[in-house]
């Protein structure tokens, strides 16, 4: 399963709050919805690390996380956006960078982005 396979599978536990929770893209005919709260993952970017005898020996996967907030819900953002990092911490990711909540100028829906990493070695990512 895909790193963003296994963000998405954790952040509908860790989120039950959100209605959905879209890998890669969110699909057309959802995109105009502001009464729903949905969360997209995508990758971002990997790098190769800890190298040793030219090999690389794990790889570090970026992943880009957005909250596009139901409008007119009653969410308390800095709760549940605290919640989720620290549960994302406790899951074997690191929050890299929190962009800061925005409001969408033309469907005023509140929406946040941020980054995280998690590394995984080779050994875990190809058993013998």
Do not use: C, H
Not at 44 to 68: E, H, K, M
Not at 99 to 120: A, E, I, P, S, W
Request: glycine letters at 4%.
């Amino acid at each position: 399963m895909t790193i963003t396979m296994q963000a998405r599978a954790l952040l509908i536990k860790l989120a039950p709050w959100a209605n959905e929770v879209y890998p890669n893209v969110i699909p057309e005919e959802v995109q105009a919805k502001t009464d729903d709260t949905i969360i997209l993952v995508r990758p971002a970017f990997d790098s190769l690390n800890d190298y040793g005898s030219d090999q690389f020996n794990s790889i570090t996967n970026t992943l880009s996380i957005q909250i596009f907030y139901a409008t007119g819900n009653e969410l308390d953002y800095d709760v549940v956006e605290a919640r989720l990092y620290q549960d994302l911490i406790n899951n074997g990711y690191q929050i890299t960078e929190i962009k800061g909540r925005l409001t969408d100028l033309d469907t005023y829906q509140d929406y946040q982005t941020f980054t995280v990493t998690k590394n995984r070695t080779l050994k875990t990512l190809l058993p013998k």
